[in-house]
């Protein structure tokens, strides 16, 4: 592999989205008198909220939607009582107060240090436009990326190829000379592979597994390869 260019997802790949969402839900929860025991409703919430995640890469439900719909559902099945109002504020709060936790993945620092003096590093991202950058800032890694590339910006999701050719341009790489690092196999891994970059699957869940290209189960394992 001649490897120049190295293209990221960001939430679960390098931004600890669950511990950073938990406790963002265990604070707005508070803040607004919602009495719910957090571990229940994210074990609820969770496969939930990846259920709408795959529709909004589908393009099956707005951002609106997506957002409003999660905690909806969540709510009903945990049969507590709240109303519509309650819930698009709740939506709200959590859009505004995530990207202000920071916690990342164990060892992204270290493989960001090592990894910037050798390659040119950016983002490509199906997270929305106005938190990613705020996450990134309050997590202090936005300086090791060139770019950022996230969907609502090309107006496509990946796995969609458009988002993959935009940001190989506008970074001025060639797909050969790329590799995508992601924990989506269908958005992250076979989508940069359809276009012919290299891919490092990020399996760190251990509930799917994958023969195609480079797997591996922690951050730091990537040192191996690059």
């Given at each position: 592999?001649?490897i120049k260019?190295?293209?990221?997802?960001?939430?679960?790949?390098?931004?600890?989205?669950e511990?950073?969402s938990?406790?963002?839900?265990?604070?707005i929860f508070?803040?607004?008198k919602?009495?719910?025991?957090?571990?229940?409703?994210?074990?609820?919430?969770?496969?939930?909220n990846?259920?709408?995640?795959k529709?909004?890469?589908?393009?099956k439900?707005?951002k609106?939607?997506?957002?409003y719909?999660?905690?909806?559902?969540?709510?009903d099945?945990?049969?507590y009582?709240?109303?519509?109002?309650?819930?698009h504020?709740?939506?709200e709060?959590?859009?505004?107060?995530?990207p202000?936790?920071?916690?990342?993945?164990?060892?992204?620092?270290?493989?960001?240090?090592?990894?910037?003096p050798?390659?040119?590093?950016?983002?490509?991202?199906?997270?929305?436009?106005?938190?990613?950058?705020?996450?990134?800032?309050?997590?202090?890694?936005?300086p090791?990326?060139?770019?950022?590339?996230?969907s609502e910006?090309?107006?496509?999701k990946?796995?969609?190829?458009?988002?993959f050719?935009?940001?190989?341009?506008?970074?001025?790489?060639?797909?050969?000379?790329?590799?995508?690092?992601?924990?989506?196999?269908?958005?992250?891994?076979?989508?940069?592979?359809?276009?012919?970059?290299?891919?490092?699957f990020?399996?760190?869940?251990?509930?799917?597994?994958?023969k195609?290209g480079?797997?591996?189960?922690?951050l730091?394992?990537?040192?191996?390869?690059?």
């Amino acid at each position: 592999m001649n490897i120049k260019h190295i293209f990221f997802d960001l939430d679960h790949t390098l931004w600890d989205f669950e511990t950073n969402s938990n406790k963002t839900f265990e604070y707005i929860f508070q803040k607004n008198k919602v009495c719910i025991e957090i571990n229940d409703f994210i074990k609820i919430y969770k496969p939930i909220n990846e259920k709408y995640w795959k529709l909004y890469r589908e393009d099956k439900v707005t951002k609106i939607e997506l957002r409003y719909s999660r905690l909806k559902e969540t709510f009903d099945h945990l049969q507590y009582s709240i109303d519509n109002e309650t819930i698009h504020l709740l939506s709200e709060k959590y859009i505004e107060f995530l990207p202000k936790y920071n916690a990342l993945l164990d060892g992204t620092i270290e493989l960001l240090e090592y990894l910037k003096p050798k390659y040119e590093m950016h983002i490509i991202t199906n997270g929305f436009e106005e938190v990613q950058y705020k996450k990134m800032k309050n997590s202090f890694i936005l300086p090791y990326f060139n770019h950022v590339i996230s969907s609502e910006r090309v107006g496509v999701k990946k796995p969609n190829p458009k988002i993959f050719h935009f940001a190989l341009k506008i970074s001025g790489a060639k797909p050969e000379e790329s590799m995508m690092i992601g924990d989506n196999f269908e958005a992250d891994i076979l989508g940069a592979k359809n276009i012919g970059m290299y891919t490092v699957f990020c399996q760190f869940n251990k509930k799917n597994t994958s023969k195609e290209g480079l797997t591996i189960s922690k951050l730091s394992q990537i040192k191996q390869y690059l």
